[in-house]
Structure formats: C-alpha cells, structure tokens
T-cell receptor
Framework: SQTIHQWPATLVQPVGSPLSLECTVEGTSNPNLYWYRQAAGRGLQLLFYSIGIGQISSEVPQNLSASRPQDRQFILSSKKLLLSDSGFYLC????????????FGQGTRLTVV | QKEVEQNSGPLSVPEGAIASLNCTYSDRVSQSFFWYRQYSGKSPELIMSIYSNGDKEDGRFTAQLNKASQYVSLLIRDSQPSDSATYLCAVLPNTGFQKLVFGTGTRLLVSP
C-alpha cells in the first residue's frame, strides 16, 4: 500500500523561529508531491509542488520554501515564522499520469505564537 | 476569478434526503475532477474522481460533470449524519497536469 508520513502532528512555535516539516512517501516511486496549507475555516492553498528530486514549483510568494532531497521525501521550511504562518499543513502525493488522484497525509497543525 | 469555486454553505439537509454539492471551474480545458470529504480537524479523503461528461456512481455518491458549463457536482443519496463534513472540489487545470487546485469547500450538515 502507498502511505504518506507527516510529522509532527501538532507544533507550537514562537514568531521568528525556524520551521521544518517533513513528508515521506512509501510504496510508490517518482510521485508528484504537494504541500498545501489550510487556514482555520478556509480552503486548501497550494504552496509548492514537485515532480522530481530538486524540482520545486512555488505557487505563493512568502517566507516558506520547499525541498525534495530524495524521491520520496518532501520538506517544508521557514527561516523565520510569522503569525500568519499558522495553519494546517498537508502533504499530498499523486502518481505520475494525467488522470491520477491525490492522497493526503495526516497533516501538521502549526500554531505560531 | 477563482480557479475553482464552491458555495461555502452550510448546506443543511435532513437525514435520508439527497444532498447536492456544486462546483464551477474557470479553466475550460480542465480534464480531471475530484471530490474530497474533510471532517473537522482531519485531512481530506478522496470520495470520487470523474474525467468524462455525464454521471459516475459509487454507492450513495454520484458525481456529475458538464464540461460545456464548466460545472461538476456531487450528489449524496440517503444522507446520513455521518456525512456531515466539508466537501472539497479539486481540479487539474490543463495549464499544468501536476497542479491540483482546490475550492474552498462546502460544509454539509445532515440532521437526524
């Protein structure tokens, strides 16, 4: 089976602190990987997506960055968190191909204080 | 114009009724459409995908796609209180096969 691991499940960080969220995928090779953020009561905002190692597309200019050092690993980072970075961060994977579905990890709830 | 639009709701229906959830999209040549269900505090889970015009049925769920009208809907028959959740519509625009875009979701409340 194909599994997505995200950790931690919850995180409370002070403003100005760094951030590193990791997502790893099992059971599939060369997936498309995504980072989404969901603010409280809002929809899913696409932050980054990756079609391969080292290939990152950014959707929203902000103080976040993403990296894909390995085929099944996708990392979301920030050097200095803002209050507005609070939200529910979701990693998703899609298999290669046009008509393929996305599946989500369990998410990380980040609160910046 | 937003790429994917949904009425935020809440949509309230009694138990046993049909719930109808709607979604419009802006990219006329979009090819792939998905419905997800999200319970409060949880991650979205896939309900159905649809790629061709017409209806696609899976149990109590029916997805309907009309590409000419740029409209996709989800019908839930015999609604149950456990169906109460936010339903997210997602579209793969033709501008990039890899970029999956979501609507803001419609909150559904099914009362016993």
């Amino acid at each position: 089976s194909q599994t997505i691991h995200q950790w931690p499940a919850t995180l409370v960080q002070p403003v100005g602190s760094p951030l590193s969220l990791e997502c790893t995928v099992e059971g599939t090779s060369n997936p498309n990987l995504y980072w989404y953020r969901q603010a409280a009561g809002r929809g899913l905002q696409l932050l980054f997506y990756s079609i391969g190692i080292g290939q990152i597309s950014s959707e929203v200019p902000q103080n976040l960055s993403a990296s894909r050092p390995q085929d099944r690993q996708f990392i979301l980072s920030s050097k200095k968190l803002l209050l507005s970075d609070s939200g529910f961060y979701l990693c998703a994977r899609r298999s290669r191909g046009r008509d393929t579905e996305a599946f989500f990890g369990q998410g990380t709830r980040l609160t910046v204080v | 114009q937003k790429e994917v639009e949904q009425n935020s709701g809440p949509l309230s229906v009694p138990e046993g009724a049909i719930a109808s959830l709607n979604c419009t999209y802006s990219d006329r040549v979009s090819q792939s459409f998905f419905w997800y269900r999200q319970y409060s505090g949880k991650s979205p889970e896939l309900i159905m995908s649809i790629y061709s015009n017409g209806d696609k049925e899976d149990g109590r769920f029916t997805a309907q796609l009309n590409k000419a009208s740029q409209y996709v809907s989800l019908l839930i028959r015999d609604s149950q209180p456990s169906d109460s959740a936010t339903y997210l519509c997602a579209v793969l625009p033709n501008t990039g096969f890899q970029k999956l875009v979501f609507g803001t979701g419609t909150r559904l409340l099914v009362s016993p």
